[in-house]
């Protein structure tokens, strides 16, 4: 029986088949529907965020999503990075990528 070896030149080409998806999704998550976001927004985030300036205050315990906007850092893949592992204080979601994407773009829309 004969074991494929990954010679360096295979190992390149997987790499950068590996980070050219990566890339894809990356522009999958920063062309999201923001309107979609920011009803996903509404129904996950809005009990411990002010998702929008119709929203009525509740007990916040997050930083405001127009402030969020704001943030030189902000990113949809910081986003992702957050939901996927989020810090103790935060809530951890089930929501998809695309969901993620819809959200990230939908705070992104609030910036001014």
Known sequence: MQIFKLTP????????LTLSGH????KALAAG??????????NWCSSCHLVS???KPTKQVGPPFATIAQSTTFSADRLAYLLYDPHP??????LSRTAIGDIAAYIMSLKK
């Open 9 to 16: 030149l295979v190992m390149v080409a997987l790499l950068l």
């Open 23 to 26: 890339a894809i999704d990356s």
């Open 33 to 42: 529907d923001a309107a979609y976001g920011r009803h996903l927004a509404e």
């Open 53 to 55: 300036a119709e929203q």
């Open 89 to 94: 204080k935060m809530a951890k979601l089930a």
